[in-house]
């Protein structure tokens, strides 16, 4: 019986596509109708409201300063009591309140809010606009987490003091550490803090599913209350991600809506176990499950150095969302920090800046070596392709590139690729050599490689050297690994000879003796 090579292995689920591509897009098409109706609407609606939250503003800042006046935000800082936890959570909820009712907002709220003795802790997904604030205003003012810019921010900075939030600076080196510390701190006070309210996704999306979750408001292992929000609104003018609408012109279609309707509901709250106390990305995607159960959308591991990698895409001309990865999973899968998958996305671009929505065919593909379609070139190439649709992706070359290509560049290799090259071992390929083994390689008696060759040659000393011929390979894996298929093609034809041979001498095939070719392809 004929060897056969087998072209396809099983691969990891968790290296599957998302169920969710792109949480990060908002594309709302707003029919004829609805442009004229918001006109309309807009004409009346819009200065009414400003007029009514503009004098919303005026009551509440001077109740802000007052309450705030003379309390420390660092240093020994203390909850709030007496009268002024009386003006934080009453007044300033009420005319926070008033605001977003002003706004046009009809919040349903579901479930019952525990105690801070309860869950320290309430976790908010999805988050997916700057209206989401209403939830702080539902929730009575619990502390949250802030930029210490923000409290410098004119009259809503004073509001942000109310909330004695935790702070986190970007200049300060050990800012992470210590945010994490106050938040560990409070939440094991015993119910003197009010509650901490986190979004831990950490960025806006589209609600289509649930995206990682940050560990910061895990790690104290305290009870959680999950807080899920909806907006069940016929036309969607509040989702504001990285791609659609401005915050301008959600603000304007938000406010020349009759009303916005928006559901708050309080979960059970979950209680770490002692496995998750010791791992809180386990107590994360605990909390994160119970969600997207009740919510009835699917999880992603995409994160905010996603949407990092999505204004990167579109600095180097590629669609920003080619720069999607699901990063968590391919970081910690593949062992990448966020600057080499960044790195990786800038080789990408090479091949795929003249390629028509960021994915590369085959053609682009041995474009960029600068070799012809081969067997062997194919076969690379459906190494990368994992979905098998005829394009490569950033997602694809990320994983080809790092489990495939990378692995076949060991010294061992190279050295054995270099000797094949250099026919009358003299320690240097010269143009000739190269050409011959490639011709041969490839199965093209035309081929001309002197591109790549002067490419290889760095010191255009018209011959290349074992560490030009190493340095070339390192910073291009994509040949390692072509070479590697290429000595497998070679010896499943040696193998399919010596079978052809075995079967006409003995004219009845053996199975005990078969002998089966596999692709060097990793189980993935």
């Not at 210490?148 to 009259?155: H, K, R």
């Not at 010791?278 to 959308?297: C, D």
């Not at 997602?395 to 076949?408: N, W």
């Not at 497998?488 to 070719?517: C, I, K, M, W």
Request: with cysteine.
């Amino acid at each position: 019986m004929t060897p056969r090579r087998v072209f396809a292995l099983p691969r990891q689920q968790s290296l599957f596509l998302p169920a969710v591509l792109n949480p990060f897009v908002q594309e709302v098409k707003l029919a004829k109708a609805d442009i004229i109706k918001c006109v309309f609407r807009g004409i009346f609606l819009v200065p009414i409201r400003a007029i009514f939250l503009t004098l919303v503003l005026m009551v509440t800042w001077p109740v802000a300063v007052i309450t705030t006046f003379m309390h420390p935000l660092k240093g020994a800082v203390a909850p709030m009591t007496g009268w002024r936890r009386f003006m934080c959570r009453r007044v300033m909820a009420f005319l926070g309140r008033s605001y977003y009712f002003f706004m046009g907002f009809r919040v349903v709220v579901k479930g019952q809010q525990v105690s801070s003795a309860e869950a320290p802790i309430l976790a908010v997904a999805p988050h997916s606009t700057f209206f989401d604030g209403i939830v702080c205003i539902v929730a009575g003012l619990p502390s949250t987490v802030s930029r210490t810019e923000n409290l410098a921010t004119p009259i809503f900075g004073r509001f942000v003091r109310c909330l004695q939030p935790v702070l986190v600076s970007r200049q300060d080196p050990d800012s992470r550490k210590n945010t994490i510390m106050e938040i560990d701190s409070r939440a094991k006070s015993g119910g003197r803090w009010p509650q901490i309210l986190v979004f831990p996704e950490g960025t806006c999306t589209n609600r289509s599913c649930l995206i990682t979750f940050k560990q910061g408001a895990f790690i104290p292992g305290v009870p959680v209350q999950p807080v899920v929000m909806r907006y069940p609104n016929r036309l969607d003018t509040v989702t504001w991600t990285w791609q659609g609408f401005s915050s301008r012109t959600l603000l304007l279609l938000t406010l020349s809506q009759l009303y916005t309707n928006v559901e708050i509901e309080f979960l059970p709250p979950v209680t770490p176990t002692e496995e998750e106390k010791k791992r809180p990305v386990l107590f994360a995607r605990t909390v994160r499950n119970v969600m997207a159960q009740a919510l009835g959308v699917p999880v992603t591991d995409h994160t905010y150095e996603d949407c990092r990698l999505m204004i990167s895409a579109g600095e180097l001309t590629l669609p920003m969302e080619a720069g999607l990865v699901e990063f968590t999973k391919i970081s910690q899968k593949l062992d990448l920090k966020w600057d080499n998958v960044k790195k990786e996305l800038e080789g990408f671009a090479a091949v795929a800046c003249s390629c028509k929505g960021g994915r590369i065919t085959i053609q682009e593909f041995a474009s960029f070596l600068k070799l012809p379609i081969s067997p062997a070139l194919q076969e690379l190439f459906a190494l990368f392709d994992r979905d098998g649709d005829g394009t490569i992706d950033f997602r694809e070359y990320v994983i080809g590139v790092t489990i495939l290509c990378r692995p076949a560049n060991t010294e061992e290799v190279l050295r054995t690729a270099f000797q094949l090259f250099d026919t009358d071992e003299d320690q240097r390929i010269t143009h000739e050599e190269f050409s011959s083994m490639l011709r041969s390689a490839l199965g093209v008696c035309d081929l001309n490689v002197s591109k790549l060759f002067k490419e290889i040659d760095t010191d255009s000393s018209e011959f290349i050297t074992f560490s030009e011929f190493q340095a070339f390979a390192l910073n291009h894996p994509e040949y390692a690994k072509l070479f590697t298929t290429y000595l497998e093609l070679q010896r499943y034809q040696a193998l399919q000879g010596v079978e052809s041979e075995f079967s006409s001498t003995n004219h009845v095939p053996s199975e005990d003796n078969q002998e089966e070719s596999i692709s060097d392809k990793k189980d993935d």
